[in-house]
């Protein structure tokens, strides 16, 4: 009897690490220039991406943004949030000191565009932006960074200076195995629209922005 060919079982994608599919330089803000980098494989299948920003081997952690999408305040300049002002922020200072903004498909803290609408119309009603998200029946903050982590991993990013005020974007980076040695504050982007949310952020999620 011929011996039977050996088949080896397929591995499941899940359990395979995230790797980079693609590079792409795009010259962006004022000049500057990106690589833009996509990839196989990510945790929860969206297409999530990095940008590469900045000198190389500078002797210093590369300085890591994780920015969650917010079409309204990214692309419309939405005064009702600060999404906005701390992409641009991110960008330049990134460029300046070298390393990455990864930018995540996250609507909304993780509920979509449609129900952030429905929770910005709840705020104009008088919730806060927790309290809207909760009438809507979510959780404060769905977002996981999971794929976060894998893509820095991908490239061999395991130690990083992180640009937020969030803390849970801190926690959940080093669950997932990236060391943040350091916590950089963005700066204030406060005006008479984002007053309450920027307030809400403090006091309910601790995120360390200054007020005064």
Same mark, same amino acid.
């Given at each position: 009897m011929?011996?039977?060919?050996?088949?080896?079982? &397929? !591995?499941?994608?899940?359990?395979?690490?995230?790797?980079?599919?693609?590079?792409v330089p795009i010259p962006i803000l004022d000049g500057i220039l990106g690589t833009f980098c996509s *990839?196989?494989? @990510?945790? %929860? #299948?969206?297409?999530? *991406?990095?940008? &590469?920003? #900045?000198?190389k081997n500078t002797g210093k952690l590369p300085l890591?943004?994780?920015h969650s999408e917010c079409m309204t /305040? %990214? !692309?419309? #300049?939405?005064?009702?949030c600060d999404c906005g002002p701390q992409l641009r922020e991110a960008i330049f200072r990134i460029n300046s000191e070298g390393g990455y @903004? @990864?930018?995540?498909?996250? &609507? /909304?803290? /993780?509920?979509? @565009?449609?129900?952030?609408?429905?929770?910005?119309q709840l705020q104009g009603e008088g919730l806060d932006t927790y309290d809207a998200n909760r009438r809507l029946s979510f959780a404060d903050d769905l977002r996981d960074y999971a794929s976060?982590?894998?893509?820095?991993?991908?490239? %061999?990013?395991?130690?990083?200076?992180?640009l937020s005020n969030n803390p849970d974007k801190a926690a959940?980076?080093?669950a997932h195995g990236i060391t943040v040695? &350091?916590?950089v504050q963005t700066g204030t982007y406060m005006n008479t629209h984002n007053q309450r949310y920027l307030q809400a952020k403090v006091l309910r999620t601790h995120h360390k922005i200054n007020l005064d």
């Open positions: 011929p011996a039977q060919p050996l088949t080896l079982p &397929e !591995l499941s994608p899940s359990v395979l690490p995230a790797s980079v599919r693609q590079r *990839f196989h494989r @990510l945790p %929860d #299948g969206k297409e999530h *991406f990095l940008v &590469e920003l #900045g000198p890591v943004r994780l /305040g %990214d !692309l419309f #300049g939405s005064q009702k @903004l @990864l930018y995540l498909r996250q &609507e /909304g803290r /993780g509920i979509g @565009l449609y129900s952030k609408l429905d929770a910005y976060a982590a894998s893509m820095l991993r991908a490239l %061999d990013v395991t130690r990083i200076r992180l959940q980076l080093t040695a &350091e916590q």
